[in-house]
């Protein structure tokens, strides 16, 4: 995928439809079956694989397509002890429909899973939960409400005139 040219990548985004379609499952899944179920933690951790894969081909694409994908990286906790967690999830959801190329890539601090446990070591996430990694600035604890996003990610100005551009360049084609 690292190798297809900028233009196809720009037309069709990796992956965004497959972790779409598996966030749905997975949300599904835990509110049915419960976060500690043996289906939801194998779906979750193809879930989390599939994430740290995109993020990291997202990066290549950034250097080799010269572009500036704006993503935040949100560790939780499924343990009980984040009270927070939840209120954080839905200020990030609204953030990701509403700017549609933001992305959002999210990760159950406690899963046991190695590929993770890489992604917090590198990048220094403590287990104080909710914690933000936006744009590799971070990590940041702790809930922030959507004004506090907004000015913590001033790159949401650029995506909401690039989704503006996009929008009327589609209408305009139809």
């Known amino acids: 995928l690292g ?15 497959e972790l779409n379609s598996l966030s749905e499952r997975l949300s599904f899944a835990e509110t049915r079956l419960g976060s500690d179920n043996d289906e939801v933690i194998t779906l979750k951790k193809q879930y989390s694989l599939l994430e740290i894969k995109d993020y990291l081909l997202m990066q290549q694409i950034n250097q080799k397509c010269e572009t500036k994908t ?3 990286l949100y560790f939780y906790s499924n343990k009980g002890d984040c009270t927070d967690c939840s209120r954080a999830g839905d200020v990030l959801t609204y953030l990701r429909q509403t700017y549609p190329t933001l992305r959002v890539y999210s990760f159950d601090y406690n899963l046991d899973l190695s590929a993770l446990q890489t992604l917090i070591a590198l990048r220094k996430v403590e287990s104080r939960s909710p914690a933000l990694i936006i744009n590799n600035r971070g990590p940041i604890y702790g809930f922030r409400s959507l004004d506090e996003m907004e000015t913590l990610m001033p790159e949401l100005q650029t995506l909401a005139t690039s989704s503006a551009q996009t929008l009327r360049s589609a209408t305009s084609t139809n």
């Open 70 to 72: 704006v993503s935040i």
């Open 3 to 17: 190798n297809l040219d900028c233009a196809t990548i720009a037309e069709h985004p990796v992956l965004t439809d």
